[in-house]
């Protein structure tokens, strides 16, 4: 059975720092396309970040760069995505998500493109 679990969010203080997990069940994440959304109260799912393997590709949107870190840990099988300098703004359900094949992270990326979902973690940032 293909899944994905996400876990690690929680409460964490603006300016501090969160690592989200994405376990995957079912399929090797180096395969796939691998990407975090994030979808706050009111407004669309958002791509933050994402990586394939594959065809060697890390994306992160302006709104996180230099401050969120992406990675893989293929003996795990598991992405990793490391929250730092955390703000309000970053208050959101995050979703891990897969994509099979040769995936080309971009900005343009929409979840329809994406095979797999999680289940979603909370990150709530306080001030």
């Known amino acids: 059975e293909v899944q994905l679990v996400e876990s690690g969010g929680g409460l964490v203080q603006a300016g501090g720092s969160l690592r989200l997990s994405c376990a995957a069940n079912g399929f090797t994440v180096d395969a796939y396309g691998i990407a975090w959304f994030r979808q706050a109260p009111g407004k669309e799912r958002e791509q933050v970040s994402c990586i394939s393997s594959r065809v060697g590709i890390i994306y992160y949107s302006d709104a996180v760069k230099g401050r969120f870190t992406i990675s893989s840990d293929n003996a795990k099988n598991t992405v990793y995505l490391q929250m730092n300098s955390v703000n309000a703004e970053d208050t959101a359900v995050y979703f891990c998500?897969?994509?099979?094949?040769?995936?080309?992270?971009?900005?343009?990326?929409?979840?329809?493109?994406?095979?797999?979902w999680g289940q979603g973690t909370q990150v709530t940032v306080s001030s």
């Open positions: 998500a897969a994509a099979n094949g040769y995936y080309y992270c971009s900005e343009d990326a929409i979840p329809d493109e994406f095979d797999y």
